[in-house]
């Protein structure tokens, strides 16, 4: 018996782990929708999930081909994913992770007490900037949300954000001042966003920065971070820590959020014209039918 | 579980909790609070949510005068709890019903008491005199509070002057089902204690205890350690007892709805030359030679909030409506400072002001509206004031002052005992560059080198006679200064209003048609046609009858649209100005 009932949730593809934190062969454990689960890889990069089960524990080696009672199971943009229901065939799409000259990487994963969309509308907020990534990501007094736009994408079933701007105050490691840096942003899945920013390394490309949730709870994640980004000189950990600085900032905001579900009922929260994107999201989820993670507006 | 009873005072934090400028996190009943005491001593008790995402206010900023959220940095205003300035928007004057939920607060006995709906006054303490106190520590417990009250009825303690004695007799005065009055004595000493239960939650509670004798140094931590001990003990204990109960569930705080208005992006509220507000007048002063000062404080409850900029409107005994700005700096929220000039031919508007209104005099006044916001996101900020000019700029210079943003506030006037609020004038320190005795020409000169040098994130703001502000814009613009960064606001129109033309306008959301014929406004005819229409000063100066225009061509005869919002065409003040096409299309 499934402890989370919402079809649309279920149906969905979750990620679990990334490839490179997993040793091959060996038994991973974690929790999705409050499930547990065991799950594993093998040397050729397939995976294997299962519903946890006694004789296969954390760490014990493992021979995926002879694991029976699978559960769906995914390797995509450097992760493990499953599904507690019926998954589409394919995992949206970013077709910039192909692109043979970027350096791709799991930049962190994160637990986190608050629930996926809250975490997806922190991602997708730039007017925090300032406050919460001081004099990284922005810098009292530039706090303007400059307009942008915002569309559902009907054939994509995706929300996109663009000509978003905003003023980071050491826009590259190259420039000396300050400077608007631009933003795209894409939900393409209720719980995960993909962020393009301008490329301090090749002005005519833009870096990616994931964020795939895995509801471990309505009310807790574990935040995976995902990178593709266009930088030849750094070397892996700075740039990690770089992405853990900025989540670090963010998750003691996060947790303390109440209600932690998102609310979908318009009144329950003040919405500014900066918010557009978000006002977008809760509007999208609602249109879904989606109950898990979210205070559904009453009917 | 019976459903908490909500009417009843308790004690939710110690006065001593509330050190200056921090943000205490309180609970009654499931319930969060933001309680913070601003500079000037109030006791703010607030839902522990930022109304915007959600996030919890006590982790926000104290800054003595508001309270920032950590997020957004949305700023609320001392006592009303309303939204004075949201960044992400700085050009924008948020609705000022944008208001966090605020429950009521008294500090007695040491102890901040609230309740959601209190009836009745906070109990008096029969044996304890106000302010002679000792209030012990809060003791945080996981049981539930009747049962806390229950075991205190049993708590054995040492009377204040004998410590070391082991004998006391500790009779019960007193008992309820969250609080216990006991009595010890011991050779002589004698002291009463008093212990509220705080209903935290379900399953919790806080200890709050006043004893009715203070003591000092060594003798009260002496005291405070006594009962510490004890009362650790009693809490070991009924927590063992609790942890063999089934845990009781949590009580879930419900929430307040947002106004519906609110849930879109909000407009300035429609509102009509209404007084709603009663004020008194506290205090009348002489601000400065021909200014007279006047503090209004609220007949009853709060004042609404107001934003740096903000104007009233004040409705005369003589009839006459008049508007001023609001000088007070952020978070003065007990009452409004206005200046009035008095104007050598005014036509009984200032003139009532200064001789006819006194101390005690009860003023009809209208919500103060913030047609003239202040961004907070320029790197350097110019404020250029021409004698009375001098309020709107005060209050913004105060804001900026408050958040150690960049500023400079020129103010030229005719001497130093012209110079207005010189007490408010003084705590801006160098800040201030008073320009005094200059005639029109050496004025220009100033103003010239004043604006020099146009950099971008400069914004500046001019308030002051018509000639002055003419002067100044017309200076910045030939200095390269951007409309967009140039803010003014003039006291009155002085333009010649033609109001000769006739003309349809079509009310594109009211699906209305109507005829304007010379010698009505456009603000007359949609008003007597049951449109709602917002307005104050009614001569196209104050901003407050801006409209959206969709088509036709405005005839602009007011002084508050700026050169490049007069040539867009999109905006209008239905209060002076009128159409050069034969039909205007407006947003209403």
Redesign the interface.
Known sequence: MTKCTDRVVLDLWHPLQAIAEMPAGRVHETVLLEERLGFARDEAGNAAVWRARPDLRADDAVDIAAVNDRLPAKVAYGYVWSSLGNPPADIFPIPEFAEPDRRRLNAATMGVNVSAPRAIENFLDMGHFPYVHTDILGAEPHTEVKEYDVEVSADRDEILATRCRFFQPMASTVSTGGADVEYVYRVPHPFCSVLYKSSPADEKRMDVIAIFIQPVDQEHIRAHMMLCVLDFDNEDKIIKRFQQTIFGQDKPILENQFPKRLPLDPRAETPIRADKSAIAYRRWLSQKGLTYGVIPAAA | MPEPDRSRWHPIAASHDLPFRHVYHAQLLGR?FAVWRADDGYVNVWE??C??????LS?GMNDGRELKC????WRYANRTAGCTY??????DAPART?TNRTFPAVERYGLVWSAEEPVGEVPALAGVTEGRQLVLRGIPVNAAAEDVAERLRSYRFQPNGALDGKDAEVALEAASDTSVALRSREAGADTLAVFFVQPVDAGRSVIRGVLDDDAEGPQRIAVMRHHNRLLSKLRDEAEREAAGKPAPASIEPV?E????E????PEVTPHGRKAALRVEVARKFAAADGIAGFELRPIKGLLPTFQPGAHIDVHMPNGEIRQYSITNGPGESASYVIGVKLEPDSKGGSKCMHETVREGDVLAISEPRNNFPLR????KTLFIAGGIGITPLLAMAQALQNQR?AFELHYFAQNESQMAFRDRLAALGSSLRPHLGLDPAATGAELRRLLHGYEAGRQVYLCGPGPMLEAARSIAAELGWPDSSVHFEYFKNTNTIDDSSSFEVALARSVMTLQVPAGRTILEVIRENGIEMPSSCEQGACGTCLCTVIEGEPDHQDVYLNDAERRAGTKILTCVSRSKSPRLVLDL
Not at chain 2, 376 to 379: E, I, P
């Open positions: 969060e522990n949510r109304l915007h995402r959600g996030v919890r982790i950590q997020y957004h940095g949201i960044p992400a928007h700085p050009a944008i929430y709805r947002v106004s519906a609110l849930a879109e992006m907070r996101d320029a790197l943003l």
